[in-house]
């Protein structure tokens, strides 16, 4: 799942967040943070603190926290010194899988864990709970960090367990982004997936359910509503915006996923502002009234309209106002010696744009983990180099007459050039002053794929009009490549 953090606001009913004239968010780069020591000294005299490993501890128990963990695994520095404190309780897992093959129906082979620990997304071992012990892990669960004192390097957790740390990396992640309670937001049927606990609460409902509304018309509302036309329910997403993913899809390249989805029995509804969601005699919800006066039935409602750092109680770092999340370096060192951010909640250089930049990706959530704790753990110095990427796959679970997945690499400003007719390929390039900026292929091969970021990272010239002019994404996928 990929999305960039966006506010709710109400204004005459619920706006879903206003989308940016592209997918990341600009501001000019700060200077960089002030020089200072990667690693910070600890005391372990003290027998009154809970974690038995403190040279090394992640707060959050995600996919960047399991990348990281691999990380300190393969330089020699776990074992009696890593401590993970994670508020799920589960071993830290791909998340993507939540919105897409957990959410299969029951007859399709849905994923379940320990099939999607990390760090099997990327190819990588799979990390059960098992793993984590083996390489003398402590692993601390369902008892989320609620208090932090910078100066005594200590965490005080939910439970109130007091935990030591030497050096601390922040792995938060994000919090989905929630409808207000006096409008109905917290009424029983209705969903936000973040966690393994939401996706099971969900799938509970879909088993009884009839009629569902998706509310966002993003990366997650397009996946749930691909999952629950796999359920053959009625299944209708309502979004503000002009048409799908409208901070990545030109109108023309979302209309023919829409086109799709409509031929898998989903309906829409554009341009719509929420005024509350209603509940029925017993409490449970059971529909949306819009501001203009009509009302869609609905027993499930999944509401997926974007995610915001989950900075919690560590507000006294430098955050970040523009993107969101606390402020780091190239090395993800935040403003105070030892403590780094990583993932979702790190707002970084992105060197290729020179901009700060804050972005919830799986493949970022892996690359700084480990970028971060190579840093910590060695004389790495060099700035972290994340080259923009997103994808989807959708539609994958047995008998579905089509399967989605498309993967954009880059920075989508300027000019497109869309190839295709998406039977099944089609290919939209983004040209800005003569250059390719991004690209996005749908139904690519691997070699085609594998030409993406090559092309988004090079950001060759181009002759837009021969691109205008071929026949094929093949052919003009060659035509790209040549200007290489």
């Not at 299969?104 to 059960?128: I, M, N, W, Y």
């Not at 690209?439 to 794929?449: A, D, Q």
């Amino acid at each position: 799942m990929a999305s960039i953090s966006h506010s709710v606001s109400l204004n005459r009913g619920l706006s879903l967040g206003r989308p940016e004239p592209n997918f990341l968010n600009r501001i000019h780069k700060p200077s960089l943070l002030p020089s200072r020591s990667f690693r910070r000294g600890y005391v372990v005299a003290s027998s009154s603190f809970a974690n038995e490993n403190r040279e090394f501890v992640i707060v959050g128990g995600g996919v960047a926290a399991g990348y990281a963990a691999r990380t300190f695994v393969e330089h020699g520095m776990a074992n009696g010194k890593l401590c993970i404190v994670s508020k799920e309780a589960h071993a830290p897992y791909e998340r993507p899988a939540l919105t897409k093959a957990y959410l299969f129906p029951p007859d399709k082979k849905p994923a379940r864990l320990p099939g999607f620990h990390t760090c099997v997304g990327s190819g990588g071992e799979r990390q059960t709970p098992e793993w984590y012990k083996e390489h003398g892990i402590e692993m601390l669960y369902e008892d989320p960090v609620t208090g932090i004192d910078i100066e005594k390097q200590t965490l005080t957790t939910n439970s109130g367990k007091l935990l030591k740390y030497g050096s601390l990396i922040i792995a938060t992640g994000s919090t989905a982004s929630r409808f207000p309670e006096k409008i109905g937001g917290n009424l029983p049927g209705i969903h936000y997936v973040r966690e393994v606990a939401d996706a099971d609460s969900l799938i509970t409902s879909l088993e009884k359910a009839r009629k569902v509304v998706v509310i966002g018309g993003g990366y997650i509302g397009m996946e749930i509503a691909a999952a629950t036309a796999g359920w053959k329910l009625d299944t209708t997403i309502i979004f503000p915006e002009k048409h799908l993913l409208q901070r990545m899809f030109t109108p023309s390249l979302a209309r023919k996923y829409e086109e799709l989805y409509q031929e898998n029995g989903v309906k829409f509804v554009k341009g719509a502002s929420i005024k509350n969601l209603d509940a029925g005699s017993d409490g449970h919800v059971n529909a949306v009234n819009l501001e203009n006066g009509s009302t869609l039935e609905a027993d499930t409602i999944v509401i997926g309209i974007g995610a915001k750092p989950a900075i919690g109680p560590f507000e006294r770092l430098n955050l970040n106002n523009k993107v969101g999340g606390i402020q780091v370096d190239g090395q993800f060192r935040t403003s105070c010696p030892g403590i780094f951010a990583i993932g979702d909640v790190a707002a970084f250089p992105l060197k290729i744009y020179d901009r700060i930049a804050r972005v919830e990706h799986v493949g970022h959530a892996r690359q700084s983990a480990q970028h971060c704790v190579k840093a910590l753990l060695s004389a790495q110095t060099s700035t972290y180099d994340y080259l923009p990427h997103f994808y989807s796959r959708v539609f994958e679970y047995e008998g579905s007459p089509r399967k989605v997945w498309w993967q954009f690499y880059g920075d989508n400003v300027g000019e497109t050039v869309e190839i295709g007719n998406f039977d099944p390929k089609i290919a939209t390039f983004w040209i800005d002053s003569g250059k390719l900026k991004g690209v996005l292929v749908e139904s690519g091969s691997p070699e085609e794929f594998e030409l993406l970021p090559k092309l988004a990272r090079s950001q060759p010239s181009v002759d837009k009009a021969k691109l205008q002019n071929a026949s094929s994404v093949e052919e003009a996928l060659q035509i790209a490549r040549a200007s290489l």
